[in-house]
């Protein structure tokens, strides 16, 4: 396969597995990513991991505003199969049907089941016991393209969506790694999705982040961990926004106090309650610090203080 020329188009730390197995494997010709973005408290334009990637290995770089009407010069990278993954963008119709092999996506779903820009988050949140990769044919609608191949893995109760990711970034380039000569040699699954079957991801928003607590333990804890570290579940204590990054089911104890009230504290966590029973919360990040375990942060305060104050 290394005659194949490959344009790739993805952004985040999640498609980068996918380019590095392209590379090795391909010629890559082009990559087009989201153009940079500024980041941090002091707004430094900085570039996508995908970018740098390509930077490094002197592959050309495209970063589109949008690529609707900016789609030119990845056409005259005359590619023979253009492949996405996570790139962030809705790819016009004369671009996916250019290339000879057309346009392959990588999704991180077992569709018709998420589509969209933050499945992982979503599966999570909604206490998913199996997610999974699929690899497929790009159509003009939102992920609804014929499957070629899924793969699918348990979830742990206390997988947070950094280790989901991670391990589902590496399943996509392995599988795609595989199923990809099938695609040129035409002997490849097309698998039409069942539409009556899909569910939707859409992109995380502010309101999505806080946390409620009047909801059952389980389901904020799939919340905090759908949501960790990107962008972060939060809650308000003490008119803060105070991120909570990583909570515990285990040893909860049934309380009888409002919701969100702090119970009570131990070595390395904070209780909660809930609508049903209590939460530990086990790391945390305040206005204006980093992240930190819970046990660090009450070596840092007065302990008895916090029992009885309340997330809101």
């Known amino acids: 396969m290394k005659n194949l020329r490959v344009v790739f188009m993805g952004t985040p730390l999640y498609s980068v597995p996918v380019l590095e197995m392209l590379i090795n494997e391909t010629n890559v010709v082009g990559v087009v990513t989201q153009p940079d973005k500024p980041v941090g408290r002091k707004k430094v334009l900085t570039s996508c991991p995908v970018k740098e990637v390509a930077i490094n290995n002197n592959i050309k770089v495209l970063s589109p505003i949008r690529i609707k009407g900016e789609y030119k010069d990845i056409m005259e990278l005359n590619p023979d199969i253009i492949i996405t993954c996570a790139y962030g963008q809705i790819i016009p119709e004369e671009l996916i049907y250019a290339p000879k092999y057309d346009t392959i996506n990588v999704h991180a779903s077992l569709l018709p089941k998420y589509r969209g820009g933050a499945p992982i988050h979503h599966a999570i949140m909604n206490g998913e016991k199996e997610m999974g990769v699929t690899i497929m044919y790009t159509d003009k609608g939102m992920d609804s393209g014929d499957i070629i191949e899924k793969e699918s893995f348990p979830v742990n109760i206390n997988d947070t969506y950094d280790i989901v990711s991670k391990k589902m970034s590496v399943l996509s380039a392995n599988l795609l790694k595989k199923v990809l000569p099938s695609i040129l040699n035409g002997t490849c699954n097309r698998i039409k999705q069942n539409d009556n079957q899909k569910t939707i991801a859409p992109v995380i928003k502010r309101e999505d982040e806080h946390i409620n607590f009047n909801n059952s333990s389980l389901n904020v804890h799939n919340k905090i961990r759908g949501l960790s570290s990107v962008p972060g579940a939060y809650a308000v204590l003490d008119n803060l926004n105070v991120k909570i990054l990583l909570s515990s089911l285990d040893d909860c104890l049934d309380t009888n106090v409002g919701v969100g009230t702090i119970t009570r504290i131990g070595k390395d966590f904070i209780a909660v309650s809930c609508a049903d029973k209590e ?34």
């Open 279 to 312: 939460i530990k919360l086990l790391k945390i990040q305040v206005p204006g610090k980093k992240p930190m375990l819970v046990g660090d942060y009450l070596n840092g305060i007065n302990k008895d203080s916090i029992i009885g104050k309340k997330f809101i």
